[in-house]
């Protein structure tokens, strides 16, 4: 038997009746405006507010019992009864319809709430007053099942947010499906595949997706140490002189406060689980975790992302990178199984090509008779004897190197770009370092233009 009588099933409702210019938070707004300011612009809401409402209007997560218990404690039920008729039912299309399909929803809920609560609720002549009560008692109800949640860190963890995707991200659909669906039977999943192939855009384009079904998603690049990188993520309550060992111990007193509405991502985990004295004991939390890796971990689930389709994906997104290439889908083939269907490397061809300004015979010419080396085996074997193998894209990048043309100064500032941090420094300290002139040359266009980065 289930409850169909919960806050995300009368709202969706009121939603289905509502004007167009009277928006989904506007809506949830009014009903709770003594907590809420109705007078709020979509502008103020803009990110974490606009995803809290969706999350309560699709049952995600509650109303918070902070509102309820000041509704309770003032009796604000008569204002948000007052609120109804004043201020929403005026922007919906057919009140008598929301009333119909509210008294429909009480229904198919009489085995769990019984006929008589029926009968008092339908009894309620005023539509202002009977929505009211709806609302009461679904906000109630939502909060009887039990469920616990994670706090919300949006406005405590200052740190620790997942990076932009690239909007060039292509495919994945099944691969995409595959994790919500692992995450749902077993908390933990890697994320494998070899160097260069999109896990991390993967891991991001992920978190974009599901957003609104997370209380908290929380990115962390691993760069040897969970430890350090939980030490380093930046909390409103952390003091200056706190130590890293200090600021572990706070942060991760909050991390374990979080349930499997919250996900961490571990980018570029590339260790085996064992080489991480802190690992086992971090998987044994309730949260969710996503890890991207070039290992292949035997001991836990894993997903591994493989090369794109060749015909479709690969193709659309060298034309992303080259649109002049469109007009030769032959030679672009040619060239993407040249290079193994190697998802950066082909982004990297595309981006050279358009660069250098080489017609695209030429430059499949070049590729073939000064040549990648094709011995390199694809299934190379990603962690042996606690080494990384790089060969075939290490053996692309630098081909493509020798192909984009750069000059001896942008070969200067792409090696030195290769000692960054992951973090990056100020655009002004890095043009101190290299004694450049001005930040509008070379290095303006490699930054901006990121083509003859490859």
């Given at each position: ?15 289905e009746?509502?004007?167009?210019t ?28 606009m ?17 309820l ?24 299309i ?22 008589d609560?029926?009968q008092e609720?339908?009894q ?6 009977f929505f009211a009560?709806m ?31 690239t ?37 991001k384009?992920?978190?974009k ?34 130590t ?23 980018d ?28 292949k ?21 060298f ?8 007009s ?19 982004s ?30 694809e ?37 030195n770009?290769?000692l ?17 002139e ?17």
């Amino acid at each position: 038997m289930i409850n169909r009588l919960t806050f995300a099933n009368v709202i969706k409702i009121l939603l289905e009746n509502k004007k167009k210019t009277f928006t989904q938070y506007r809506m949830v707004y009014c009903i709770f405006s003594k907590c809420m300011n109705d007078t709020v612009t979509s502008a103020d809401l803009i990110g974490d507010g606009m995803i809290q409402i969706s999350r309560w209007c699709s049952g995600e997560r509650p109303i918070p019992k902070n509102v309820l218990e000041k509704y309770e404690e003032n009796d604000y039920w008569n204002d948000m009864e007052e609120d109804f008729r004043t201020k929403i039912i005026p922007n919906l299309i057919n009140e008598l319809q929301v009333r119909s399909q509210l008294e429909s929803l009480l229904d198919e809920s009489i085995d769990v709430i019984g006929a008589d609560k029926i009968q008092e609720m339908k009894q309620i002549s005023d539509n202002a007053a009977f929505f009211a009560a709806m609302v009461r008692y679904a906000v109630l109800n939502d909060h009887s099942q039990n469920v616990v949640y994670s706090p919300d860190l949006s406005e405590t963890l200052l740190s620790g947010r997942v990076p932009s995707c690239t909007k060039d991200f292509l495919g994945r659909k099944k691969e995409l499906s595959e994790v919500t669906a692992a995450l749902k039977n077993n908390p933990l999943l890697f994320v494998t595949g070899i160097a260069g192939i999109g896990k991390s855009e993967f891991a991001k384009h992920f978190a974009k997706k599901n957003e609104k079904k997370y209380t908290n998603i929380i990115y962390l690049y691993y760069t040897g140490s969970l430890k350090k990188c939980i030490a380093e993520l930046e909390f409103a309550s952390d003091i200056a002189e706190m130590t890293e060992a200090e600021l572990f111990e706070a942060h991760y007193k909050i991390l374990q406060t979080l349930y499997p509405d919250s996900l961490i991502i571990i980018d570029n985990f590339n260790v085996l689980p064992k080489d991480d004295v802190f690992f086992r004991e971090f998987v044994k939390n309730r949260f969710q975790i996503l890890i991207t890796t070039r290992c292949k971990p035997t001991a836990f689930n894993t997903l591994e992302i493989k090369e794109l389709n060749k015909d479709k994906e690969l193709c659309e997104l060298f034309y992303r990178h080259c649109p002049s290439s469109k007009s030769e889908p032959e030679l672009v083939a040619e060239i993407i199984d040249l290079l193994n269907a190697h998802t950066l490397t082909v982004s990297l061809a595309a981006l050279t090509l358009e660069a250098s300004g080489m017609d695209i015979e030429e430059f499949l010419y070049e590729l073939k008779t000064t040549g990648i080396r094709t011995e390199i085996s694809e299934e190379v074997e990603l962690y042996k004897d606690e080494t990384f193998s790089y060969g075939r894209m290490m053996e692309h990048l630098r081909k493509l190197l020798q192909l984009s043309r750069l000059s001896a100064e942008q070969l200067d500032i792409l090696r030195n770009l290769c000692l960054l941090p992951p973090s990056g420094v100020p655009k002004t300290m890095f043009k101190q370092w290299l004694q450049l002139e001005s930040l509008h040359n070379s290095y303006r266009h490699m930054m901006h233009h990121p083509k003859p980065l490859v």
